[in-house]
């Protein structure tokens, strides 16, 4: 056998092993890793995933459940994917106070919001309260899961 029909082999051999590879189910939450940018159409796992950088960059904070206080990832979110189960309780509110305070925008189950420095997502309910109209960017402190969006 040629010289390069091995190497065309050995290359062939290892794109392969690349593209088969399993890939890491390891969490970056809260621990200030880079978390990889999770794909749009990736099975939902139950979570609000929050990045405090846009396309999935920085620290990753997640929740099942509501949070009256974002801790580290307060006031630092750039990137935001609701990636809860489709039903009951699958849209997230996201206030601008902690403890559901102030204006709150809502992301609808499935959604990502993946790069929320553009000024594109905004408080849009809650008009007359603290920060109604801001940019999401940088400025939730909390969360509720609701049934649906509305402008309640």
């Known amino acids: 056998m040629s010289i390069t029909r091995v190497l065309t082999l050995a290359a062939s051999a290892a794109a392969a092993t690349v593209l ?16 990889p940018a999770a794909p749009r159409t990736a099975a939902a796992d139950g979570y609000l995933h929050v990045f405090t950088q846009p396309f999935g960059g920085g620290r990753e904070c997640k929740w099942l459940g509501n949070s009256d206080n974002w801790g580290t990832c307060r006031n630092l979110t750039s990137d935001i994917w609701n990636n809860g189960y489709a039903g009951g309780n699958d849209a997230v509110d996201l206030y601008t106070a902690p403890n559901a305070g102030g204006a709150h925008a809502c992301i609808s189950q499935g959604d990502r919001w993946i790069n929320t420095t553009t000024g594109e997502y905004r408080f849009t309910y809650g008009a007359g309260l603290e920060q109604f109209g801001a940019s999401v960017n940088n400025n939730i402190s909390s969360h509720r899961w609701v049934d649906y969006c509305s402008q309640g």
């Open 20 to 35: 088969l590879a399993p890939v890491s189910g390891a969490s970056a939450s809260d621990s200030g890793a880079k978390a």
